[in-house]
């Protein structure tokens, strides 16, 4: 079965710097897709970025971008420029083969500080 | 446009008691699915479907029915509720049956089982 794992449970950032929220997976596929999901304190979730693994490129969302790599299945999420809206729990999640489950990891929980 | 409404939003129900949480969606989506969120533990996929009439069980199935008549709605029922079941509950649909695309969430249903 496929798993994701999200090691930080929690992490915090001052306004303006850069963070990076860390993604493993595992999973036998060859083609798959991976996405982060933000949850804010009003509990809606968010598609925040998106990304196929046939595709070498890393995805870009404004101030949001991914560090994709395959091979050590690993898929980070990068927020630059942080800011006060930013402050949600984040979600990994994985979809896969002819699979229709999209796996999420357990969130990390982020605070930006001003 | 609503999006994907889940009803109700809050719901509080004495051990053995039953209820539907209600979900509709008016993008047209094929899947649509029901997922939980417990502290440390992220969202699990509790029951999904793919079409009208097409559903089937994802990780943690025992306890929810549910069924899928029309493309729009798809309610989730708790025949006999646990505190186990105490839970966020989310609805969640998407254009993509591959689940390749992205998940449109509900706002969320918080249940508590006393």
């Known amino acids: 079965a496929q798993t994701v794992t999200q090691s930080q449970p929690e992490m915090s950032v001052q306004e303006a710097e850069t963070v990076t929220l860390s993604c493993t997976y595992d999973?036998?596929?060859?083609?798959?897709?991976l996405f982060w999901y933000k949850q804010p304190p009003s509990r809606q979730m968010i598609l925040v970025i998106r990304?196929?693994?046939?595709?070498?490129q890393n995805a870009t969302e404004n101030r949001f971008s991914v560090n994709f790599q395959k091979a050590a299945k690993s898929f980070s999420l990068k927020i630059s420029d942080s800011q006060l809206g930013d402050t949600a729990m984040y979600f990994c999640?994985?979809?896969?083969?002819?699979?229709?489950?999209?796996?999420f990891g357990k969130g990390t929980l982020l605070t930006v500080n001003p | 446009n609503a999006g994907v409404t889940q009803t109700p939003k809050f719901q509080v129900l004495k051990t053995g008691q039953s209820m539907t949480l209600q979900c509709a969606q008016d993008?047209?989506?094929?899947?649509m699915s029901w997922y939980r969120q417990d502290p440390g533990m992220g969202l699990r996929l509790i029951h999904y479907?793919?079409?009208?009439?097409?559903?089937d069980q994802g990780e943690v199935p025992n306890g929810y029915n549910v069924s899928r008549s029309t493309t729009e709605d798809f309610p989730l029922r708790l025949l006999s509720a646990a505190p186990s079941q105490t839970s966020v509950y989310f609805c969640?649909?998407?254009?993509?049956?591959?689940?390749?695309?992205?998940?449109?969430f509900g706002e969320g249903s918080r249940l508590t089982v006393l």
């Open positions: 990304q196929e693994a046939y595709k070498q």
């Open positions: 969640a649909s998407s254009l993509s049956i591959t689940n390749t695309g992205e998940l449109f």
């Open positions: 479907s793919v079409g009208a009439g097409i559903t």
């Open positions: 999640a994985y979809s896969g083969g002819s699979n229709y489950k999209l796996t």
């Open positions: 999973t036998s596929e060859s083609n798959y897709y």
């Open positions: 993008m047209n989506h094929e899947y």
